[in-house]
């Protein structure tokens, strides 16, 4: 597929030269934010894994601004490494602060399930970590449906954290 246009923003696959703003965007994340459970930022070794999937649904986006840096991006991977699973992927975005608000979030996250849908996936699965209401109300305007919430499963900011989880099929009308 073709690179998409919103603006000034340019959604394109993830390049190696992608990956250090890619692991900034993430970082601030894990020091500042809830919407991932890691504790600490992981290696380079992470982002390069994700390139070279072979796996035909999974995809790893970039949003770029007019300089080609990155304000955010999202992908599909494994959901869990077990063989009746592989019709199932887990897709995530995250965007920088400087790019919400205006729409990418939704542009990146459609292309990435056009793609996945593309690849063979069945069914996308995403969880949220709670509260973050732009997520939830992405994942809704994105065709997700809200399957259930596991209570306090993540302890960050000093405070368990609840986790909502999403699924959308493709080919359900």
């Not at 020091?31 to 504790?39: E, H, K, Q, S, Y």
């Not at 995809?59 to 494994?78: C, I, P, W």
């Not at 997700?144 to 960050?156: A, D, L, P, Q, T």
Request: charged share 20%; proline share 5%.
């Amino acid at each position: 597929m073709a690179a998409s246009r919103l603006q000034t923003h340019t959604i394109r696959p993830a390049t190696h030269a992608d990956l250090d703003g890619v692991a900034a965007i993430y970082a601030d994340e894990v020091r500042l934010g809830t919407a991932t459970f890691d504790t600490e930022p992981p290696p380079r070794s992470r982002w390069e894994s994700m390139l070279a999937s072979g796996w035909p649904s999974d995809h790893f986006l970039v949003a770029v601004d007019s300089s080609e840096v990155v304000v955010g991006y999202a992908y599909s991977g494994v959901y869990r490494p077990r063989g009746a699973y592989l019709g199932t992927r887990e897709v995530s975005i995250y965007l920088a602060p400087t790019a919400t608000g205006r729409g990418l979030g939704r542009r990146l996250y459609e292309d990435l399930l056009r793609r996945v849908e593309a690849g063979g996936a069945h069914t996308v699965l995403a969880g949220v970590a709670l509260p973050n209401p732009a997520s939830l109300a992405l994942h809704r305007a994105c065709g997700f449906e809200h399957v259930g919430i596991m209570r306090e499963v993540g302890f960050k900011q000093d405070r368990w954290i609840d986790v909502s989880w999403w699924q959308k099929r493709f080919g359900i009308r």
